[in-house]
């Protein structure tokens, strides 16, 4: 299986911080590289997918980046509402693997 | 809209079975593929299997397989994920969710169903 690993597993900001999260594939993925953000008893929502792609409704302050086996997801200016956990996933090969997560708190 | 409905928390002695159903809406449902996805607490989002609504296909994960049975009802629009010989480490959420372009990215979820062994 493809291991997926982030960094950080937390990271403490505020309203209006530039943040950034890393996620790294065990192997060459290409750009099968989706984010996605979960809130406490929620279910995940897709952010990012094949890398760089901006889901439909997803705000513009996201943004991701990367292809191979390093990858970004960008956050330009925190707002509020995006306090929540970070995975990433690859849809590279089955099993489809997500990273640890991050746990972006408010600073 | 789509939208993926699951059934409600369950509570199962260990040894028993389970059965997870979820309802899909507002799209075809035999264009896409279900994937069952299951958070125990405080780990990391592990996928479980996946089933081709459209011919019915499935694939699980190695480290479940032999226990775990994906299948559908088109009429139904309904996708099922049943889990055998449960044991305490299978409490945990368990998310169905759509699949369908060709970077086969998750793009809506179930709202979740509850599942503790216990007993």
């Known amino acids: 299986d493809i291991q997926m690993t982030q960094s950080p597993s937390s990271l403490s900001a505020s309203v209006g911080d530039r943040v950034t999260i890393t996620c790294r594939a065990s192997?060459?993925?290409?750009?099968?590289l989706n984010w996605y953000q979960q809130k406490p008893g929620k279910a995940p929502k897709l952010l990012i997918y094949?890398?760089?792609s901006l889901q439909s409704a997803v705000p513009s302050r996201f943004s991701g980046s990367g292809s191979g086996t390093d990858f970004t997801l960008t956050i330009s200016s925190l707002q509020p509402e995006d306090f929540a956990t970070y995975y990433c996933?690859?849809?590279?090969?089955?099993?489809?693997?997500f990273g640890q997560g991050t746990k972006l708190e408010i600073k | 809209q789509v939208q993926l409905v699951q059934s409600g928390a369950e509570v199962k002695k260990p040894g028993a079975s389970v059965k997870v159903s979820c309802k899909a809406s507002?799209?075809?449902?035999?264009?896409?593929?279900i994937h069952w996805v299951r958070q125990a607490p405080g780990q990391r989002l592990e996928c479980m299997g996946w089933?081709?609504?459209?011919?019915?296909?499935?694939k699980y994960s190695q480290q479940i397989q032999g226990r775990v049975t994906i299948t559908r009802d088109t009429s139904a629009s309904t996708a099922y994920m049943d889990l055998s010989s449960l044991r305490s480490e299978d409490t945990a959420v368990y998310y169905c969710?759509?699949?369908?372009?060709?970077?086969?990215?998750?793009?809506?979820w179930g709202q979740g169903t509850l599942v503790t062994v216990s007993s």
């Open positions: 969710a759509r699949a369908g372009s060709s970077y086969d990215y998750f793009d809506y």
């Open positions: 507002g799209y075809t449902f035999t264009s896409y593929s």
């Open positions: 089933i081709n609504a459209g011919n019915g296909n499935t």
């Open positions: 192997q060459n993925i290409n750009s099968y």
């Open positions: 094949a890398a760089s």
């Open positions: 996933q690859q849809s590279f090969s089955t099993p489809y693997t």
